[in-house]
């Protein structure tokens, strides 16, 4: 038998506003809700808010608890997000110059993350 797992993501209140469960479709870029590791994809948290993440582990289909209790388990963990200082490097110089109707590659297989995200969770965006 499998165990379960369940994370709970709730932005934490602060004076003048109230507390967010972050669920349903308030949860994009965050992956596996239901797994024992939640990854978070870059900006999906407000930088310096205040979020409590809880895992709840249901482990009581392989293992038997002494004194009738259950075999579920809660841990809790609170977060302050921060901003990260990112920097663009591009290779060859920051201008180029395509003359109207011709092709351009852009690639950014070379680019890196200081904060070591997992590829999958990296997100690239061009803009002219």
């Known amino acids: 038998n499998a165990f379960t797992y369940q994370w709970t993501v709730t932005r934490l209140s602060r004076p003048g506003r109230v507390g967010t469960?972050?669920?349903g479709n308030n949860v994009h870029g965050m992956y596996g809700m239901d797994k024992i590791s939640?990854?978070?994809?870059?900006?999906t948290l407000e930088p310096m808010e205040?979020?409590?993440f809880e895992l709840t582990a249901n482990l009581s289909a392989a293992y038997s608890?002494?004194?009738?209790q259950s075999g579920v388990?809660?841990?809790n963990h609170t977060v302050t997000a921060r901003r990260s200082q990112l920097s663009v490097a591009i290779a060859g110089g920051a201008?180029?110059?395509?003359?109207?109707?011709?092709s351009v590659e852009l690639d950014a297989s070379g680019s890196t993350d200081p904060d070591n995200a997992p590829h999958a969770l990296r997100r690239w965006r061009w803009g002219c």
């Open 21 to 23: 469960a972050l669920e």
């Open 38 to 43: 939640l990854m978070i994809a870059s900006g």
């Open 50 to 52: 205040t979020y409590a």
């Open 65 to 68: 608890v002494p004194g009738g």
């Open 73 to 75: 388990f809660v841990s």
């Open 95 to 102: 201008m180029r110059e395509i003359r109207a109707g011709e």
